[in-house]
Structure formats: C-alpha cells, structure tokens
C-alpha cells in the first residue's frame, strides 16, 4: 500500500470518527432547553459543514494524480487542523 492510501484511510478513520461524536453532540443537543438547543444547533451546522468539506477532501485525494499528492496533501492538513479546531471548540460549548 502506497503513502497516498494510508493517508486516505488514517483521514477516513478519523473523519468517521468525527461523524460518531457529533451524532453524539446531536443527542446531547436534544436535551437541552429550546434557546440553548438553538445555540447548540449552530455549531452542529458547523460541525456538519466541516465534515462535508472534509469527505470533499477526501475525493480530491482519490482523484488525485501521484504528481498533484503533495499539494492536496498540504490541502488536507489544512482542512484537517480545522475540522479538529471546530471539533474541539463545538465539545467545549457542550460542556458549558
């Protein structure tokens, strides 16, 4: 197995991952009272976008020519740093 196919799975995992704990979130969410749901719905729609972005990603990479790989890798690292940065602020709010 080539270094662009175990990049591909390690992201796969942990975007799969990401997905289990916002169904998480989305659970947690649905006890709340009505205004905080609101807030908390925000930054589940977030979450939502972020991990539609990071599936984006990973076609780019499946598509991906060996020559173009650096460069999408660089890509994903970067989308990759901020889906965990969203990850991490929404589980704070969650907490409050």
Known sequence: MNDKELYKQKKEAQLDQWKAELDKLKAK???????????????????????????????????????????IKQGMDSAWDSLKHAFSDAASKFKK
Do not use: F, M, P, V
Not at 31 to 46: F, G, M, Q, W
Not at 47 to 68: F, Q, T, V
């Open 29 to 71: 969410a649905s006890e709340e009272s009505a205004d905080r749901k609101r807030e908390l719905n925000k930054e589940i729609e977030k979450l939502d976008s972020k991990i539609d972005e990071g599936k984006a990603k990973l076609a780019e990479i499946e598509d991906a020519s060996e020559d173009a790989w650096d460069s």
